[in-house]
């Protein structure tokens, strides 16, 4: 038995409410539960209660045991007081306010329907379960998921807009220096994430502005901030970046000193740092005014066509300064561009919406349903227990889903375990 499930019980009356008695045989009629406190002080503000023939408007306090009340040390703290209703779920003790007067106490599983408290045992018994409602997750009605995976989806935008806020307020509101910087990270994926983060903002955005005009000079920059050309290869390509680059360096008085060194190892070629910020490059160089047109663009294939772009020709029989490969076009991929999108796009547009005051929920939906849905073991497993992952709505939700609801045992918090715990 957990509080939270008590909790849960008397915030949503999953309860007798007909036959609510006190412990001393007073009718109980609740009027209104209260407001739930998450912080320090009784678990419920401001309830309405009725207890025999007294109307009462106070706190109420939530224990698994009334003796709980002393563990707590609340007979000590005047903020308890003004308690009107003591809930629990043994009544082992009575309790009193420091001005000697009995607080009322209302024995919770006198009322408690045993099928919810049969359920409640039945989805928090893991047995090795990965997730609590494992044996369940297919029972649940597509209407509930559905919508629950919405707000998901909403949730996690949130999650991401904490570091899109403090970036914010380290470049003094500049957003396009912002989607710039969350741009970058996710250009290098999980390997290299960190290190293109500290590249984009080791540079001022105004370089970014003023370079854009020449793709090498852009190549030049990003790759010189990385630590690139540092070696001492004798191809002309590299050559005139590393002239670009000094240049630039002196110039814009650059420093790269806390840039994170860039890892090759273990990565597929297309993923090579050196394609992927020479992408980069392409892009600033194609779309002068990239941030607008991200804020602009309303659906899926407006998102492709901007980021349809490829590295620079160098590239195309190369992967590294050094060696020679097969000839190929480094063109960003679909795939990649959905993860820009559901990593970068999506929160920085919703981020910027909700700054504005405009509406923009409906176009985030339309467009996060019409990108394919991730693949990974989270998302794999979930549709593995049923088929709920079309598209990256639903991937993106059900990493919420798994990260911050059950992996923290949030049953009662979850849409899901509700319906499972009353069916």
């Given at each position: 038995?957990?509080?939270?499930?008590?909790?849960?019980?008397?915030?949503?009356?999953?309860?007798?409410?007909?036959?609510?008695?006190?412990?001393?045989?007073?009718?109980?009629?609740?009027?209104?539960?209260?407001?739930?406190?998450?912080?320090?002080?009784?678990?419920?503000?401001?309830?309405?209660?009725?207890?025999?023939?007294?109307?009462?408007?106070?706190?109420?306090?939530?224990?698994?045991?009334?003796?709980?009340?002393?563990?707590?040390?609340?007979?000590?703290?005047?903020?308890?007081?003004?308690?009107?209703?003591?809930?629990?779920?043994?009544?082992?003790?009575?309790?009193?306010?420091?001005?000697?007067?009995?607080?009322?106490?209302?024995?919770?599983?006198?009322?408690?329907?045993?099928?919810?408290?049969?359920?409640?045992?039945?989805?928090?018994?893991?047995?090795?379960?990965?997730?609590?409602?494992?044996?369940?997750?297919?029972?649940?009605?597509?209407?509930?998921?559905?919508?629950?995976?919405?707000?998901?989806?909403?949730?996690?935008?949130?999650?991401?807009?904490?570091?899109?806020?403090?970036?914010?307020?380290?470049?003094?509101?500049?957003?396009?220096?912002?989607?710039?910087?969350?741009?970058a990270k996710n250009f290098g994926l999980k390997v290299n994430g960190e290190s293109?983060?500290?590249?984009?903002?080791?540079?001022?955005?105004?370089?970014?502005?003023?370079?854009?005009?020449?793709?090498?000079?852009?190549?030049?920059?990003?790759?010189?901030?990385?630590?690139?050309?540092?070696?001492?290869?004798?191809?002309?390509?590299?050559?005139?970046?590393?002239?670009?680059?000094?240049?630039?360096?002196?110039?814009?008085?650059?420093?790269?000193?806390?840039?994170?060194?860039?890892?090759?190892?273990?990565?597929?070629?297309?993923?090579?740092?050196?394609?992927?910020?020479?992408?980069?490059?392409?892009?600033?160089?194609?779309?002068?005014?990239?941030?607008?047109?991200?804020?602009?663009?309303?659906?899926?294939?407006?998102?492709?066509?901007?980021?349809?772009?490829?590295?620079?020709?160098?590239?195309?029989?190369?992967?590294?300064?050094?060696?020679?490969?097969?000839?190929?076009?480094?063109?960003?991929?679909?795939?990649?561009?959905?993860?820009?999108?559901?990593?970068?796009?999506?929160?920085?547009?919703?981020?910027?919406?909700?700054?504005?005051?405009?509406?923009?929920?409906?176009?985030?939906?339309?467009?996060?349903?019409?990108?394919?849905?991730?693949?990974?073991?989270?998302?794999?497993?979930?549709?593995?227990?049923?088929?709920?992952?079309?598209?990256?709505?639903?991937?993106?939700?059900?990493?919420?889903?798994?990260?911050?609801?059950?992996?923290?045992?949030?049953?009662?918090?979850?849409a899901i375990g509700n319906s499972l715990i009353n069916p």
């Amino acid at each position: 038995m957990q509080e939270d499930f008590i909790h849960y019980i008397w915030k949503h009356k999953k309860m007798d409410l007909n036959k609510l008695k006190t412990t001393q045989g007073e009718a109980v009629l609740v009027t209104s539960v209260g407001q739930h406190n998450f912080n320090s002080g009784p678990d419920f503000f401001n309830a309405q209660l009725k207890i025999g023939n007294q109307l009462w408007a106070g706190n109420v306090e939530i224990h698994i045991r009334a003796s709980d009340w002393f563990l707590h040390n609340h007979e000590q703290d005047k903020a308890y007081d003004n308690v009107i209703l003591h809930v629990v779920w043994e009544h082992d003790t009575d309790v009193f306010r420091s001005d000697n007067t009995a607080i009322p106490t209302l024995q919770l599983q006198d009322f408690t329907s045993k099928d919810v408290l049969n359920n409640y045992e039945k989805l928090f018994s893991k047995n090795g379960k990965w997730i609590n409602c494992e044996n369940d997750f297919a029972s649940v009605d597509d209407f509930v998921l559905s919508n629950w995976l919405e707000r998901l989806y909403f949730e996690r935008l949130e999650r991401k807009s904490g570091t899109i806020q403090n970036l914010l307020k380290e470049t003094k509101n500049d957003w396009e220096a912002v989607f710039f910087i969350m741009l970058a990270k996710n250009f290098g994926l999980k390997v290299n994430g960190e290190s293109f983060y500290s590249i984009a903002k080791s540079i001022d955005f105004s370089i970014v502005r003023k370079s854009q005009a020449n793709q090498q000079a852009l190549e030049a920059l990003l790759f010189g901030q990385a630590g690139l050309l540092e070696q001492d290869f004798e191809n002309a390509y590299y050559l005139e970046l590393v002239e670009a680059y000094q240049f630039l360096k002196h110039k814009f008085r650059l420093e790269n000193n806390a840039v994170l060194p860039l890892q090759f190892f273990r990565l597929r070629p297309p993923n090579f740092p050196t394609i992927r910020l020479s992408q980069l490059a392409s892009l600033y160089h194609e779309h002068k005014t990239l941030f607008s047109n991200v804020i602009e663009a309303e659906n899926l294939e407006d998102f492709y066509k901007l980021f349809k772009v490829s590295a620079a020709s160098f590239w195309n029989s190369h992967y590294t300064f050094q060696k020679t490969s097969k000839t190929s076009s480094k063109k960003l991929t679909k795939s990649f561009i959905d993860l820009l999108l559901i990593n970068t796009v999506l929160p920085i547009k919703f981020c910027y919406a909700k700054e504005k005051g405009q509406e923009v929920d409906s176009i985030i939906l339309k467009i996060a349903s019409d990108i394919a849905s991730e693949k990974n073991s989270i998302v794999d497993a979930f549709n593995n227990l049923e088929k709920v992952s079309s598209a990256s709505l639903q991937s993106q939700a059900l990493i919420q889903l798994k990260n911050e609801y059950c992996d923290k045992n949030k049953c009662l918090q979850c849409a899901i375990g509700n319906s499972l715990i009353n069916p």
